[in-house]
């Protein structure tokens, strides 16, 4: 499957691997020569670690060229009144009487503990393109599904904040 990333993810990714290939990269190749400074690699507990955290900053690097080139990309410009991408949203869930708040998002973005729903998420797919008062039925699974109300969606909130999640 494809991840779904906007231009604003695209770049933000681009900044990851760039400040992992000039920073992080120089720093893991010097923690490297210096535990294999200290002699004995058999039993260098230090040398190991050093190149698995250096092997790991590359395989990270990897992972996220690999996500850009098989990106497919996505608008996160919507019409006023509809929910889209990148927009925070007020939902009173029926099933349970409460109202919550969440940011709609791509999913290497989404993080159900912040509030940051994906847009491949049940809930996500059900509601985008939805407009305010709108009664949605979120399907689940094939025995499953429970109603939500759009009660406000706001435009106006930032997205400077968000990380790219790791894996």
Known sequence: MRD???ENDIKKIEEEIEYRKLVVR?????AVKEARAQGDLSENF???AAKRD???NESRIRYLERMIRTAEVVSDESREDEVGIN???ELYMEEDEITETYK???SVRGNSLEGK???ESPLGKAILGHKVNDRVYVRVNDNYGYYVVVK???KTSSDEDDQIRKY
């Open 104 to 106: 709609l998002v791509t």
């Open 152 to 154: 406000a969606i706001d």
């Open 4 to 6: 779904q990333l906007t």
């Open 26 to 30: 120089k720093e893991a190749i010097e």
């Open 46 to 48: 230090e040398y190991y």
């Open 87 to 89: 927009n925070t949203v």
């Open 117 to 119: 729903i994906s847009t």
């Open 54 to 56: 250096k092997n790991k």
